[in-house]
Structures are given as C-alpha cells and as structure tokens.
C-alpha cells in the first residue's frame, strides 16, 4: 500500500468515528464546514496532500472536536473538575495523619485491589466533622497510579454540590486511565450529541455501564484489575431527592451487574433521608455499611496521637520552649475531643495558624482554646478556636426548614438542659428518658418528635440498648451542645435558657397535675412512671430558673395548679427553694403569695425535704432570725395563697443517707427513701396516715 493509500485509509476510518452522520451537500454551516476543511487539508489533517476526490452519499461522521482529547475536554466542561481528588480546589483538603485512621484507611485500600472481592459497594457512615473526607482523600491518594478509577467530593463551601455533574466527573477520569473506555464514550458521544441533556439514569447508563459492560463482553483482560470509585459527602449534595437518586443507580448497577470492574466506596453523614436507604431491604446485599464512630478505641488513640504530633510541628515551627505545651493541657483537649478527630484537627489549626491576630502567640491561643473547653465560652471580639467546627453546625442547623426550626430548637433546649431524670439531691444515679417520653412532656407525638430532628442526624442520633428498649437521644459529640449554649457561636441557633424554663415549667405542671390526681391504685399502676418522676424532679428545678422578666407569665400557670393534692408525694429540694423564690419575688403579686409561720395552718400539710441538716440551716438564714433553724429537729412552715386555696408548706432535713444494714448491696433505693422519711414526718407531725375517700 502506496503513502497516500495509506493515509486515505486511516483518514477515512477516522472520519466514519468523529463525523456526525449528514449528508455532505449539507455541510452549510460556516463553523462545521470551517472544522471539516480544517480536519480534511490542514498539513495534519485526514486527508493531507489528497486531491481530485469526493465523497458521496451519507457518511457516519461526527464533528472532529468529539475525538480524543476534544471528547476529554467536553467532559471536562460538562462535569466539574472541582470535584477530583486532585484538583487545585483540594489543595489543602483534610487528610488522615500519617498514623491516624489506619485501619479504615488500609481495609479499604486491600478491599479496592482484591478482583475477586463479592462484596461491589460500601457505605461509610460518621457524624459531621469526624474525618471522612480525611480517609476517602488519603485512599484516593494513595490508590490514583492503582486501584482508583475516579474520584467525585462534594462540597457545598466550594458550591460542588451538582448531582447531575457526577457522572461526567467519573468518566473523564476513567477515560484518562483507560484508553479503550475512551474510544466507546467517544462513539456515544457521536451517536447521541444531546447525551448531557438527559437524564442522571441515561448519563449512568451511557458513560458508565454501557462502556464496561462493551469492555467486559469483548475482552476481560482489559478490565482485570477493578476501579476503585470513590463518592464522598453524598449529603452535600444540594438536593436530597438527587443524592438518593445517585445511591439508587449504583445500588441498583451493582445489584444487577454480576461481573463489573467497579469497586463503589460512598462516604455520608447518616442524614435521615440516607439512613432510610441505607436499612433498605431492597439495597444490594453486596453492599458493606460501616460505621465510622467517635467512641471507638483506636479513634481515642488517633486523637492522641494527631495532638502529640501536631504539637511538636508548631513547636518547631515557632520555636517554643520544650516544656509546652503541658501534658494536662493536652490530656484536657483529648478529653473535650473525646475521639473527634475534626475537633482535634480545629483546635491544632487554629493554634497552627499564621495568617490571624499577630498578638496572639501559639501559647495564647492554646489558653484561649483551653477556656472554650472548660465552658467558659468565646469573648466578643475576640478569636474563636472552634470556628471551623462552628460553621459546620451552622450548615447543619440552617438546613432545618424555618417552619420546622421553633419545634427543633424546643426539643434541643429540653434534651441539652433537662436531659434526664437527674436524681440531682440524691445519690441515685440519673436515669435517661426515652424519646417517647420527651415527646409526651412536650405534648408532641413521637413522629413529630422525629421529623424536627431528622435534619440533625449528622449531630445526634437514636440509640436503642438491646431489642425492646426504648430508643435515647444522644449527641454525636458533647461540643454541639456547648455551640448552641453560647451565643457568641451559634447565633441566631443560640438556646433561649429562659424559654426552655418557662417552657419545662410550664410542661411538667400539666403533668404534675395528673400525677397529684392519681389515686394510690392509679399510681401503683402508672403507664408511664418515668415520665413522671422527671416531672416530680425537673418541674421545680425549672421553676427556679425562669428568668423574672418570665415569672408573671408562671405565676398564671400555678394559680390554677392544685397544691393541696401535693401531699400526696415527697418533695425533694428543688421545690422548697422555689417556695423561698416566691417568697421574696412573689410578695406583690395579687396571684399567689407566700408567707413564713412559726407552725402549719393545720394538719392539710405538704411536705418537702432538705438533704441534710447543714443545709437545712443554711436555707433558713435567708429569712427573718426568729425562724433560723438551730437544731435538727427544727422546721421551717410557709403558707401558700393564691386565689382558689391556702395550703401548708413544711420543710424538714430529709434523712436519705444509705441503711448501711440493708441487703440491697450498696445500691441505693431512693423511692424507699422517700417512703420512710415521709411516714416518719406523718407520723411526727400528723399523726397516723389517714387515707380520704378517694384513696381507699
């Protein structure tokens, strides 16, 4: 074969793969005509030198900029290069530490270069800041001259967060690594120009699993070795119907393909939405879920370790004494992070961090971050270390719809200040309370409940003991509760501590007025006794709290509250300190008024205790000296007005300390307690128990 015979050959070939089918009469337009005689006469054209020939009838051709590099390039305007691993906008994307995160981070490496692995999908889970995207960038890293096929990150801080550029994303990248799936795309690309106008499950079907299962039937060689795909912050993704769509195709790809060289590794928060795919019976069995958790041991270490030698790099850095930081400086910060390797990360940044205040020295800000971890809360005007972790909660939060948030941020206030039945003035221990019975304090129903949080799932989540327990709220990292505690931080998400008062107050008399209605039949057989003991314990201690400027709005709850049916129950200390609060605060109100005697208006009497006598005493001396309490014997006598009834009000030092003769091993028995201080006070007092109609 001639030179020219040659090239005629290769240029015609060519031509039937990158020229669109037309007729050639119709090659009208100025631009494509202008490309087509580029293509055909330029020095490197098709058909160089050729002369005296045509070309007749329909030919198969595509435009030439649909060939090699211009099909990367149209990809490459249609995806969004923002979103690969190694793009100029994760420069200083997280990373794991050389020695941190190591067994998720080597299990999924030895999982993406196994070809006969079973198990084609897997779904990490972790709550917001914990370092998902450290151990997915470090992996795609370390795999890209290997096992990596593509790599997609979302991020909304970057505006990457376009479910319909994935898939273009993911096949500019496979076609740079494969030249074979590069040829195929190009041939989709010429059959159908209108290809990016489709839809997410035509773009999958087109540029990923049409080209493979190509590759496959024709050659398994080619695609041995499997490819790695890594999908990282789905719940970034702006739209949550689109990143269940995207788990959808996949799952379903990887359900129905039996023989595919793609390894699928999605990294999530467990955002509500994600979670119900994620227990799906319907999700392909191959598919691992696993969960990356704070508590784990080897997260504690990370956090110890990434401390340790983050800050040796800044004392070399700065050039500080060989005594800082000190080691319960570091053993304080490793407590607050408590395996929370973003928290870690936050604080050594912000220690690390040239670029802010020039008056502040690393030992400066190191303070600063210890006095944000004690509580004590970010000054205005000044540095906050946990800002990077403060935005994120911010992102979170303002997810919430705004006709939602009201309830969402009443159910936090309740769960952050009043998380459990707190036994607080006894040495019992506190007792959770269940998700169902926080819903009913707050007269909301559970899916209710739910629905206001299910936008927090990278925050909080439920947690069930073992099958047939009730389901516990729990926070992810206790640094969340400390964010909306302080204004300066949460801002507009900040807790309204003197609503949540009132509106704890407010809740638990509803509740307290049936629990004082009960007869001694109804209460032995009480539905729902916690709920109940937490509104004995918590109704007062919140009542204590409301803020002055609230009080009015309190009193009118407890003018109509039933206080004579109070003695029916023990009152422990929260609520005497409430009676000495109305007793100076309350003194002009025309509502309820309190006054101290010397004894009880008669035997009608409520009775609350004191812990001991110490403090007995101590409570007293905040009144006039003739009712100071000198002797353990001695009590203190109110009456209780309001505009309905006058009641009694006696306190006493309530003896609860443990029966040391008791077979119980140890273990205190407060209701027992309870029990016998208030017969011995009956007794003292009163006289015999005399039970009314309706109690016997």
């Given amino acids: 074969m001639s030179e020219m015979e040659r090239r005629t050959a290769i240029s015609a070939s060519a031509m039937i793969c990158v020229l669109r089918q037309v007729e050639a009469p119709q090659l009208n337009d100025m631009g494509r005509a202008d490309m087509f005689k580029a293509a055909v006469y330029s020095p490197g054209g098709f058909f160089a030198g050729a002369s005296n020939f045509q070309v007749n009838g329909p030919v198969n051709m595509v435009q030439s900029f649909e060939s090699g590099n211009a099909v990367i390039q149209r990809l490459a305007d249609e995806g969004a290069p923002a979103a690969m691993h190694n793009s100029s906008s994760r420069a200083y994307a997280p990373r794991c530490h050389a020695d941190t995160r190591k067994t998720f981070r080597n299990d999924l490496v030895e999982w993406s270069t196994d070809p006969k692995n079973q198990a084609r999908m897997r779904w990490y889970m972790g709550p917001a800041g914990i370092g998902k995207s450290a151990i997915a960038q470090s992996v795609a890293e370390a795999s890209e001259d290997g096992s990596l096929g593509a790599a997609f990150f979302f991020s909304r801080s970057a505006q990457v967060d376009d479910a319909d550029t994935v898939f273009q994303t993911l096949a500019y990248q496979l076609a740079m690594k494969n030249t074979e799936y590069k040829t195929i795309i190009s041939h989709q690309l010429g059959q159908d120009p209108l290809l990016f106008t489709k839809n997410r499950r035509t773009l999958f079907k087109q540029l990923i699993a049409e080209p493979f299962r190509i590759l496959t039937n024709r050659n398994e060689s080619i695609v041995d070795g499997p490819f790695l795909i890594i999908l990282d912050g789905l719940d970034e993704c702006k739209d949550a119907k689109a990143q269940c769509d995207l788990v959808e195709i996949i799952s379903d790809y990887v359900r129905r393909v039996e023989k595919s060289p793609l390894l699928w590794a999605i990294f999530s928060r467990p955002e509500w939405h994600l979670k119900s795919i994620s227990s799906d019976p319907n999700l392909p069995t191959p598919c691992a879920h696993i969960d990356i958790s704070v508590d784990e041991e080897e997260a504690q270490r990370d956090v110890r370790r990434l401390l340790e030698d983050g800050f040796v790099k800044i004392k070399q850095k700065f050039d500080l004494s060989s005594t800082w930081p000190r080691k319960e400086q ?327 300390e443990e029966d040391d003769n008791d077979d119980n091993d140890g273990e205190f028995d407060i209701n027992q307690a309870y029990d016998d201080f208030y017969n011995e006070f009956v007794e003292r007092h009163v006289g015999p128990l005399q039970m009314d109609d309706t109690e016997e």
């Fill in 330 to 656: 570091v053993d304080l910060i490793a407590t607050a992070a408590s395996g929370h390797l973003g928290f870690a990360s936050f604080i050594l940044r912000f220690i690390d961090d040239e670029n802010g205040d020039d008056n502040e020295t690393p030992e400066q800000k190191l303070k600063l971050c210890i006095k944000v971890i004690q509580g004590l809360g970010v000054d205005p005007g000044s540095l906050n270390p946990l800002e990077a972790l403060d935005n994120l909660y911010l992102e979170i939060l303002s997810t919430v719809p705004p006709s939602v948030l009201p309830m969402t941020m009443r159910i936090l206030g309740l769960f952050i200040m009043y998380p459990c039945i707190s036994n607080r003035y006894t040495r019992a221990s506190p007792e959770d309370l269940s998700v169902e019975d926080q819903a009913a304090f707050l007269a909301i129903d559970k899916s209710a409940y739910k629905t206001a949080l299910r936008r927090l799932y990278s925050v909080l989540y439920f947690h069930t003991a073992s099958e047939g327990q009730p389901e516990i709220l729990r926070l992810y990292h206790t640094s969340f509760a400390d964010f909306l505690r302080d204004s300066l931080r949460s801002r507009q998400f900040c807790l309204d501590g003197g609503a949540i008062h009132l509106d704890v107050a407010t809740q638990g008399l509803h509740l307290l007025h049936d629990v004082v209605e009960m007869t001694m039949f109804e209460a032995f057989f009480d539905p729902k006794p916690a709920l109940h003991r937490y509104a004995l314990q918590e109704t007062w201690e919140a009542c204590c709290h409301v803020p002055e400027s609230l009080l009015s709005q309190l009193i009118l709850k407890l003018e109509h509250f039933n206080f004579k049916r109070m003695k029916t129950q023990n009152w422990d200390e929260s609520f005497a300190r409430f009676i000495r609060r109305l007793y100076f605060e309350a003194r002009n109100n025309e509502l309820i008024q309190v006054t101290i005697v010397s004894k009880p208006l008669d035997d009608d009497v409520i009775f609350a205790g004191l812990r001991d006598f110490q403090n007995l005493r101590d409570f007293s001396m905040a009144f006039p000296p003739r009712y100071h309490v000198a002797r353990p014997l001695d009590e203190l006598h109110f009456i209780l007005k309001t505009t309905t009834q006058t009641v009694s009000i006696t306190l006493l030092t309530a003896d609860l």
